[in-house]
């Protein structure tokens, strides 16, 4: 079994996958007469032909170490995760390696802290660390099938 070290994200780290969803250093403007900051167009929703919709997913937690045994991708949509709870998470990422998963990437998201997963990118399921937690996800909703599962060798992820 092979075992990997989940890595603290960043957007460099996290590019080949998707986007962060954190504030910027600094806001793009001032909204609502000042007291808003508008952090603009943090991520893209590709949406391939369907309709964006917003969803909240509640998930059991998993502690460290955990093993990955299952992958998955949205070939016609992005997905993205923004946790509504005060916990930070697991997001665990692969590249295509023609049509099948390649090695795996773990990162330890912060609180706070969400991703837009692209279009076709193989990824673990929702991993929320020690506690149940609830995300906001916006996905894809239409014709096609947007859904690729499958089993690999399992991982072994640590901190």
Not at 60 to 83: I, K, N, T, W
Not at 116 to 143: C, I, Y
Request: proline share 9%.
């Amino acid at each position: 079994m092979t075992t990997i070290k989940a890595e603290p994200i960043t957007a460099e780290a996290f590019a080949p996958f998707g986007e962060l969803l954190t504030p910027k250093t600094s806001p793009d403007k001032l909204i609502n007469e000042g007291r808003c900051e508008r952090h603009h167009a943090l991520a893209t929703v590709e949406r391939g032909g369907g309709e964006a919709i917003i969803s909240i997913f509640r998930s059991e937690p998993v502690s460290l170490p955990y093993d990955c045994a299952m992958l998955e991708r949205h070939p016609l949509g992005s997905q993205a995760f923004m946790p509504l709870g005060p916990d930070g998470w697991l997001s665990v990422v692969a590249p295509d390696e023609g049509g099948r998963p390649g090695a795996p990437l773990a990162f330890l998201v912060p609180a706070g802290m969400g991703v837009n997963l692209r279009a076709g990118v193989w990824h673990g399921v929702l991993t929320p660390l020690d506690r149940a937690a609830e995300f906001l996800v916006v996905d894809r909703e239409g014709d096609g099938v947007n859904l690729e599962e499958v089993r690999i060798p399992a991982v072994t992820i640590t901190a």
